[in-house]
């Protein structure tokens, strides 16, 4: 009889034995989270159970639900299409990714986004691109956080823009705010301007 009962119980250990495994590696988070095309390289800790972004000496661990990593890569995609429409010549980019009160850094301080002939001329004399310039390549993000780690719809990153003229460097502040029913990152504020020429 004992023995029947050690066979019998023998296909349960295994099952148990089976879901705990599958917990396990359920629980393995997924490097693809870390935003990669923005330089940030995955690594784990040494058993494997925390994923954390990594680009030179800045780190984050992703969270359980990836929000860390991904409002990093929505950032990262938004500048992508704010500059890749600049350098397209599409004006309506402004109105989709940059918020309508935004402030802009300029050379001679802050304005407002509403300030069309300041930003305009900004855009002429700075926000000039390469012909045929590859749009991933025109900017790198890094120093990023939220501002309140109770609202994960704000953050801020370092922006450094590669342009014809200038290296460009600012501090920026970013919202997920709903546009036309999407959230989307939008710009709500540069600062610290830094132009370099090249």
């Not at 879901?19 to 393995?28: Q, Y």
């Not at 988070?29 to 800790?45: A, I, K, Q, V, W």
């Not at 991904?70 to 402004?94: E, K, M, P």
């Not at 450094?160 to 290296?167: D, G, L, N, P």
Request: hydrophobic residues 50%.
């Amino acid at each position: 009889m004992a023995g029947a009962m050690k066979l019998a119980a023998a296909p349960a250990i295994a099952a148990l034995v089976l879901l705990m495994a599958s917990g396990f590696a359920a629980a393995v988070p997924d490097s693809t989270l870390c935003p990669f095309e923005l330089g940030y390289n995955p690594n784990f800790n040494a058993d494997g159970s925390a994923l954390f972004c990594t680009k030179g000496q800045e780190t984050f661990q992703v969270d359980e639900a990836g929000i860390l990593a991904r409002s990093l890569r929505g950032i990262g995609n938004s500048l992508r299409s704010l500059l890749g429409g600049i350098a397209d010549g599409d004006a309506t980019v402004f109105g989709r990714f940059v918020e309508p009160a935004a402030s802009i850094a300029l050379q001679d301080g802050p304005h407002p986004i509403s300030d069309t002939a300041a930003i305009a001329q900004f855009v002429a004399d700075v926000l000039v691109f390469p012909a045929g310039a590859d749009k991933s390549a025109l900017f790198q993000i890094s120093q990023y956080h939220f501002l309140d780690n109770n609202d994960p719809r704000v953050a801020s990153v370092h922006i450094t823009v590669y342009t014809a003229k200038y290296t460009l460097n600012a501090d920026s502040i970013w919202r997920f705010n709903l546009v036309n029913g999407a959230r989307v990152w939008q710009l709500q504020q540069t600062s610290n301007l830094v132009l370099v020429p090249v």
